[in-house]
């Protein structure tokens, strides 16, 4: 299997702009997680979804940010506007199930910078 | 409601020298533990979880992880260091109850000095 296919994995944009973020995870898994990683907060779970639905996205930083699954094979996690301290490091990451046991898969990230 | 702690933020050691990165948790209830690395530019990798079953825990890569419930702690430990050890090293945990989230803790990176 190919992993968790992100893309894209750098992105710079300007302030204001909307990014799209994309993410495919491992065929067969029907979980789906979004977390971003920066120095000063580490790695915080945004979102995830349990087929297709979304199950907590209170750690959604603010309304400008949203996520959609609109199937199995393919989820967004998209801006609208961003802003310099949304430059981060956008990891997706699936599993089997929601389960406790369960492996989170991770996708190699996109390195989101807002100018 | 749980957390997780990593005592140091930065180990070095020297190659063939034994590892030992620290992760100390919080947990309401019985926790699962997990320890993930993430090499530069790549997304995180499961090392070894514990899931109540035995408190020792064999991973990939020659690390294991030792559960002590009276220390609230989980240390990843590795007998010798090998270059390719270099990397991040994240300690997680989630309730092991029922599904919750997964909290990571801050990272440990590691150094190996040849």
Known sequence: DAG?????????????????????????????????????????????????????????????????????????????????RDSAVYFCASSLELALTDTQYFGPGTRLTVL | AQS??????????????????????????????FWYVQYPNQGLQLLLKYTSAATLVKGINGFEAEFKKSETSFHLTKPSAHMSDAAEYFCAVSAGTSYDKVIFGPGTSLSVIP
């Open chain 2, 4 to 33: 997780v702690t990593q005592l140091g933020s930065h180990v070095s050691v020297s190659e063939g020298a034994l590892v030992l990165l620290r992760c100390n948790y919080s947990s309401s209830v019985p926790p699962y533990l």
């Open chain 1, 4 to 84: 968790v296919i992100q893309s894209p994995r750098h992105e710079v944009t300007e302030m204001g702009q909307e990014v799209t973020l994309r993410c495919k995870p491992i065929s067969g898994h029907n979980s789906l997680f979004w977390y971003r990683q920066t120095m000063m907060r580490g790695l915080e779970l945004l979102i995830y979804f349990n087929n297709n639905v979304p199950i907590d996205d209170s750690g959604m930083p603010e309304d400008r940010f949203s996520a959609k699954m609109p199937n199995a094979s393919f989820s967004t996690l998209k801006i609208q506007p961003s802003e310099p």
